[in-house]
């Protein structure tokens, strides 16, 4: 599991880029991958910084905007100016408050992501397991067992 979180967490990253969902690659370089072990499983958990959480999760309406000062830099990033004669900060502050009243639906960015990967990683854990099983399976049939 350990070679599997950093390829997950790669994919994200490369996914975030070609999606364009990312306009400075600070979401994207806040992404990380954390192997975890219980009693009866192990598994990866993907996160990343506040903006990361609310693109993947998407943020519920009639919650509390986002700060207006954070799209205003996201609208300067992508290129994106103002209609109507109006501020860039005006326009910040709208679209923040439209995101507050309306919510705005996730994307679900590692399922996206690992999806493009998941082949690959199939084939080389079930090689891994595969090979467990076999070392298993003569280590005990070599056993002398009179």
């Not at 790669?10 to 994207?28: C, F, H, L, S, V």
């Not at 943020?59 to 290129?79: F, L, N, V």
């Not at 919510?103 to 199939?122: E, F, H, T, V």
Request: aromatic share 6%.
């Amino acid at each position: 599991m350990e070679t599997y979180g950093p390829k997950i967490k790669e994919a994200i990253k490369t996914y975030m880029g070609e999606t364009e969902i990312n306009a400075t690659g600070q979401t994207a370089s806040s992404v990380y991958s954390n192997v975890f072990e219980t009693t009866n499983s192990i598994g990866i958990a993907v996160g990343g910084s506040k903006s990361f959480t609310v693109l993947h999760t998407g943020r519920r309406k009639g919650a509390t905007p986002p700060p207006s000062t954070s799209i205003e830099s996201w609208m300067r990033a992508k290129g994106i100016g103002p209609r109507n004669g109006k501020s860039l900060k005006s326009a910040a502050f709208a679209i923040a408050r439209s995101i507050g009243k309306k919510g705005y639906k996730g994307r679900n960015i590692s399922y996206q992501a690992s999806l493009r990967i998941m082949n690959a990683l199939l084939k080389d854990s079930s090689a891994a397991y595969i090979k467990d099983v076999e070392q298993h399976l003569k280590n005990s049939t070599s056993k002398n067992v009179n």
